[in-house]
T-cell receptor, first 115, second 116 residues
Framework: EADIYQTPRYLVIGTGKKITLECSQT?????MYWYQQDPGMELHLIHY???????EKGDLSSESTVSRIRTEHFPLTLESARPSHTSQYLC??????????????FGQGTRLTVV | DQQVKQNSPSLSVQEGRISILNCDYT??????FLWYKKYPAEGPTFLIS?????DKNEDGRFTVFLNKSAKHLSLHIVPSQPGDSAVYFC???????????????FGKGTHLIIQP
């Protein structure tokens, strides 16, 4: 069983508020990812990190920001939430091993609703 | 343009029969393919994967087939059980061929419904 945790599971918040979605993993994985998924749609990569102090933007443009100060922690922040940010946010982690294929482990997700 | 396509939004199969979920991709640099299972309001759970050097990988009731020339893969579940009812996502990566961005590229998913 994967040890990757997201909090909160559900969040309803008003427009203009600043929010931080938490993601922590206890597996010591170097790579971490944030995906966004709308109902019935594919998961879109919005941010990823190769390790501490490394952050990159993904394929889907997002107004959110991330940080990676510690290996186990990869929070996502929205400075000013808008209704268009309503979605499910999924965090994942993966251990890169040279010459070996690995899978990403996902957290349970945060369902964000901005009203 | 979608690089990973799951053209069947839903699939209904009788319990005990075989479920076949299909996935097509367009990026020839993809070299690693995975299937994830997802229940509502939960994160995806890894099921099975296959690298481009293989054409088949089996794990219990789950078998994934890869046809590189057709850029097609499929997931077979046999026999299908009620607990298999979920959304199944096909995902692909080009990390080892260096041909694409990091992370996984997902399809839109297929909702599998197992009927008793």
């Amino acid at each position: 069983e994967a040890d990757i945790y997201q909090t909160p599971r559900y969040l309803v918040i008003g427009t203009g508020k600043k929010i931080t979605l938490e993601c922590s993993q206890t597996m010591g994985h170097d790579k971490m990812y944030w995906y966004q998924q709308d109902p019935g749609m594919e998961l879109h990569l919005i941010h990823y990190s190769y390790g501490v102090n490394s952050t990159e933007k993904g394929d889907l443009s997002s107004e959110s920001t991330v940080s990676r100060i510690r290996t186990e922690h990869f929070p996502l922040t929205l400075e000013s939430a808008r209704p268009s940010h309503t979605s499910q946010y999924l965090c994942a982690s993966e251990q890169t091993t040279r010459g070996s294929y690995t899978e990403a482990f996902f957290g349970q997700g945060t369902r964000l609703t901005v009203v | 343009d979608q690089q990973v396509k799951q053209n069947s939004p839903s699939l209904s199969v009788q319990e005990g029969r075989i479920s076949i979920l299909n996935c097509d991709y367009t990026n020839s640099m993809f070299d690693y393919f995975l299937w994830y299972k997802k229940y509502p309001a939960e994160g995806p759970t890894f099921l099975i994967s296959i690298s481009s050097i293989k054409d088949k990988n089996e794990d219990g009731r789950f078998t994934v087939f890869l046809n590189k020339s057709a850029k097609h893969l499929s997931l077979h579940i046999v026999p299908s059980q009620p607990g298999d009812s979920a959304v199944y996502f096909c995902a692909a990566s080009a990390r080892y061929s260096g041909g694409g961005a990091d992370g996984l590229t997902f399809g839109k998913g297929t909702h599998l419904i197992i009927q008793p």
